[in-house]
Nanobody, 122 residues
């Protein structure tokens, strides 16, 4: 599975961005897909995940109500809609894939994209 993240950029606080992650696999409908982020000087952290069917989602508490993860299996793409962005959301965002496990399990992702930078100005 190869993953290509895009959609990052510079936005003012309160603004919105939509990240996309395109997967090169014919089995895209199977893996759990997740978004992670890494801010400067900090460890990478979990943001959100979605099940293979798209029927289940899971979010880090700090983004609940502001971010929405979704997927289009026909396009082999997962999205992260980010609204009401805050300066503390500034980070490199990575998409990841894992075969098996529940969306609430934040670890053991096997495949990673290259990351896309999101910068939120105050």
């Amino acid at each position: 599975v190869q993953l290509q993240a895009s959609g990052g950029g510079l936005v003012q606080a309160g603004g919105s961005l939509r990240l996309s992650c395109a997967a090169s696999t014919r089995t895209f409908s199977m893996p759990v897909m997740g978004w992670f982020r890494q801010a400067p000087g900090k460890e990478r952290e979990f943001v959100a995940a979605i099940s293979g069917s798209g029927g289940s989602t899971y979010y880090e508490d700090s983004v609940k109500g502001r971010f929405t993860i979704s997927r289009d299996n026909a396009k082999n793409t997962v999205y992260l809609q980010m609204n009401s962005l805050k300066p503390e959301d500034t980070a490199v965002y990575y998409c990841a894939a894992r075969f098996g496990g529940s969306v609430g399990y934040r670890y053991d992702y096997d495949y990673w994209g290259q990351g896309t930078l999101v910068t939120v100005s105050s």
